[in-house]
Structures are given as C-alpha cells and as structure tokens.
C-alpha cells in the first residue's frame, strides 16, 4: 500500500551460506529494490541481514534473495519490526 511506513526486516540464513558468494550476490540484489541495510557473516557459519523499505519492497527483496541463494540455504528465521532508519545504503558489513 502506498504510504505504509518503512518497516524492518532481522534475517538469519542458515546452510552452506558463507564461502559461496552469498553477501555479493545479496548486495547485488538489494540494488533493484529500495531497501537500506547490511548483509554480514557470523562467527557460527550463518549469514545475518538486516535491511529496511517499504514492506513490499522488503517483500519482494527477501524473496529473490531466498530463491537465488534457494541451493545454499536450509532454514531462514525473520523477525519484523519498526525501520530503524539508521543506513542510506545497503552494504557488507564486516
């Protein structure tokens, strides 16, 4: 819907997902869509995103991202919540 307020998407893959182009190829995607935010590997083997926009803007994101990566990934866990309004791009974060 047109004038939703930004909302925040806390995204944790889990699978072969370091070591495979995961954060590239997510920065790559993240640039066709309006959402701020980083992508970052985890000491424990998982990739962690955090990205904020517009709800189907995050929509439509998480899912090229889920089905792209869709052969690296084995369990997703998302949490909503408010944009924390914090980034003006979408970067790797190290």
Known sequence: MVGEPNQSRHVFYTGY???VGFRYT????????AVTGFVRNLPDGRVELLA???PAELAGFLSEVASTMEH???DIQ???GP????????EISF
């Not at 997510?26 to 869509?33: D, F, S, V, W």
């Not at 944009?83 to 979408?90: L, Q, Y």
């Open 52 to 54: 904020d926009g517009a």
């Open 83 to 90: 944009a924390n309004g914090k980034f003006s791009s979408f």
């Open 26 to 33: 997510t920065r790559q995607i993240a640039e066709r869509y």
């Open 78 to 80: 998302i949490e909503s």
């Open 72 to 74: 690296c990934i084995h």
């Open 17 to 19: 997902v370091q070591g």
